[in-house]
């Protein structure tokens, strides 16, 4: 069973977010991609080609006003962020997505997850953004705990089956 991490709680005033800088954070957020990837999408495997593209899609961030990426920094480094996208929906509202979030497992467990997630909101909500959505793998019970204690619901589901090659 989860429980707060009991080590890390005192600390968690020392942790703070703020913009991502490209120069001195792209090498610890590329660190975290493979558990970022490999733990939500089974199967995945990290290689060399995603992660230039990784790199160079945090390069276009940076100059993207429609995209933010928040880093959350303790007193061993960066050890987490949260990379927001902004869209226009159909209707004309503008709606917010939290694209990705990670917070590096010496971290978790002491509200950095959440810190980020209250600033990722409030960095949407000013910039206009009337909702916020984000995706999240169905097993992954961490993620769902932190976003339902903030308010979020299910409002569509993606559905997926295996297609196996017919023998002929
Ligand atoms: C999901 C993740 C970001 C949570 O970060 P975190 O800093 O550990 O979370 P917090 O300490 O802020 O916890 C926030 C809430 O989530 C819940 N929670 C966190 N970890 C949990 C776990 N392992 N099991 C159940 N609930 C958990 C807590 O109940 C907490 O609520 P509370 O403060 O009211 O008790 C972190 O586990 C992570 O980076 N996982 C790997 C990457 C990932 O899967 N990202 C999500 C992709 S959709």
Redesign the pocket.
């Known amino acids: 069973m ?1 429980e ?1 991490n009991p080590a890390k709680g005192s600390e968690g005033a020392a942790v703070r977010i703020r913009p991502f800088d490209y120069v001195t954070d792209t090498g610890a957020l590329l660190s975290f991609m493979p ?2 990837y490999e ?2 999408f089974p199967g995945f495997v990290v290689d060399v080609e995603f992660m230039a593209r990784r790199r160079s899609q945090l390069r276009a961030a940076v100059r993207d006003p429609s995209q933010k990426v928040l880093v959350a920094e303790d007193s061993l480094g960066v050890c ?1 962020f949260i990379w927001l996208v902004m869209e226009q929906e159909f209707s004309r509202r503008r709606r917010g997505e939290v694209s ?4 590096h497992p010496r ?9 980020l997630m209250e600033a990722g909101e409030e960095h949407l909500r000013s910039c206009g953004c009337q909702s916020v959505m ?4 169905a097993t ?4 769902l ?2 976003y339902r ?1 903030l308010g979020y619901e299910t409002t569509r589901y993606q559905m997926e089956k295996p297609l196996p090659r017919k023998s002929r």
């Open positions: 989860w707060p558990e970022l733990t939500n987490g990705a979030i990670y917070v971290a978790r467990g002491r509200g950095v997850g959440r810190q984000l995706m999240v793998t992954n019970q961490a993620a705990s932190l204690s």
